[in-house]
């Protein structure tokens, strides 16, 4: 089941990053579909996003896509409260 997850993941990750979306939409609803706790599945899903921006922004920064000015506080920020908001969900049911 785990492998079976894991290209569901995958799939889902790659599909949805072309959209220029984070798969989270998406990730959370099936991993709790296959019996992982919410609780689980929230966190899982902000850090496929995060991988996912990183990448892409890794990406758009060798091909000398990125606009620094607007790109690097955008990428910053979304970390950032991509964290906090893993914490948050803690205290919101």
């Known amino acids: 089941m785990d492998i079976l997850i894991f290209f569901i993941s995958l799939v889902a990750a790659f599909v949805f990053s072309l ?16 019996g992982i706790p919410i609780n689980i599945a929230k966190p899982t899903g902000l850090f496929y996003n995060t991988i996912s921006m990183a990448s892409a922004s890794i990406s758009n920064i060798k091909n000398k896509k990125l606009d620094f000015k607007i790109g690097i506080p955008i990428i910053i920020f979304s970390f950032l409260f991509a964290i906090a908001g893993a914490w948050l969900s803690r205290f919101i049911s």
Do not use: R
């Not at 959209?19 to 296959?34: C, D, N, P, R």
């Open 19 to 34: 959209g220029g979306v984070g798969a989270a939409i998406i990730l959370i609803s099936i991993l709790s579909s296959f």
